[in-house]
């Protein structure tokens, strides 16, 4: 028995029973066509077509009874193969991600090296952004995967996840004076600061702590990343507040940090997806590498809108 031979039974009743035509579906002869009935019967030990001479002119009784049997058997071995297709897509496809430059610099690095190894034929393709351009970026369909600690919850088409807590650290040349003595935002307004552009990197706690004070805070320049701030400190322009993840002693070797979690609080990284969308396995293992809490599972639950999946914390 062979799947060619169930072919033949299943196109010679969507045919009509007229060979001809079945022969011409299945890009064969219509001897072959018959052949291949035949030697089904025999291998079965029942007659599938009522005969008229040469010519089929229905089904019989056990042939109609064996019809959906091997329609479910054409059907799996579909499935068999879809499968198998599946299979190669997850090894080998796109993943786009948006980001932030914080994220893209600083937090992505580990993730996208354990990505590379498990999968090293999915091409990446990394896309910087403020906060809302990478919520932009998904909702086009542009990107899978986004990255952000602003703007992502405010999207009621995307399903954000927290990933990690982090918090600000205060970034000073050596020997500067805010290296002795207590970190408070009295004696930081006192300086000339330099910090995230509204919108990015935690921006809004840093605002809020000035405000919830009563200070007026002195900041003489703005960027989008950590890295730009951290030239202009260098240059003696202004003390600098970034995340702490952006802060790397054995490569800032020109700079000291000092923790200011105290001063502005705790900000959370989120990780957003399209709400309803596919994911191929291998978007689930990113996501994973990314943040190990968001597990497959946790994913799916919150993707299907099943209770609890969007108050899922960290």
């Keep these: 028995m062979n799947f060619q031979q169930l072919r033949s039974v299943r196109e010679t009743v969507r045919c009509g029973f007229n060979l001809t035509d079945v022969a011409t579906a299945l890009h064969t002869s219509q001897p072959g066509v018959s052949r291949q009935i035949r030697e089904l019967e025999e291998e079965i030990g029942i007659e599938l077509f009522v005969r008229a001479g040469k010519r089929l002119t229905g089904l019989t009784e056990p042939g109609a009874?064996?019809?959906?049997?091997?329609?479910?058997?054409?059907?799996?071995?579909?499935?068999?193969?879809?499968?198998?297709?599946?299979y190669m897509a997850q090894q080998n496809g796109l993943l786009s991600i948006a980001a932030t430059h914080s994220q893209a610099r600083y937090a992505l690095p580990p993730a996208v090296q354990e990505f590379r190894a498990q999968f090293p034929h999915v091409k990446l393709h990394l896309h910087q952004g403020s906060p809302k351009q990478v919520a932009e970026m998904l909702l086009s369909g542009e990107v899978d995967v986004g990255i952000a600690t602003e703007a992502l919850n405010?999207?009621?088409?995307?399903?954000?996840?927290?990933?990690?807590?982090?918090?600000?650290?205060?970034?000073?040349?050596?020997?500067?004076?805010?290296?002795?003595?207590?970190?408070?935002?009295?004696?930081l307004a006192q300086f000339a600061l330099i910090t995230y552009d509204n919108g990015f990197t935690g921006r809004t706690h840093i605002d809020q702590a000035f405000a919830q004070h009563q200070l007026m805070p002195n900041i003489v320049l703005t960027a989008m990343d950590a890295d730009v701030i951290k030239t202009y400190v260098e240059l003696g322009m202004g003390v600098g507040i970034v995340a702490s993840i952006a802060y790397e002693a054995e490569?800032?070797?020109?700079?000291?940090?000092?923790?200011?979690?105290?001063?502005?609080?705790?900000?959370?990284?989120?990780?957003?997806v399209r709400r309803g969308s596919y994911l191929r396995s291998y978007v689930y293992a990113f996501i994973e590498s990314f943040a190990p809490t968001l597990n497959r599972a946790i994913v799916e639950q919150t993707l299907s809108g099943a209770p609890g999946g969007d108050h899922y914390d960290i």
């Design 154 to 187: 405010g999207y009621p088409e995307l399903v954000a996840l927290p990933c990690y807590r982090w918090t600000h650290s205060v970034i000073v040349p050596p020997g500067h004076a805010l290296l002795s003595g207590p970190l408070t935002l009295e004696r």
């Design 65 to 86: 009874h064996v019809l959906p049997i091997v329609e479910r058997l054409l059907l799996e071995c579909s499935n068999l193969k879809k499968a198998g297709q599946e």
């Design 251 to 272: 490569r800032d070797t020109a700079l000291r940090a000092l923790d200011a979690g105290a001063l502005f609080g705790i900000n959370l990284t989120k990780l957003a």
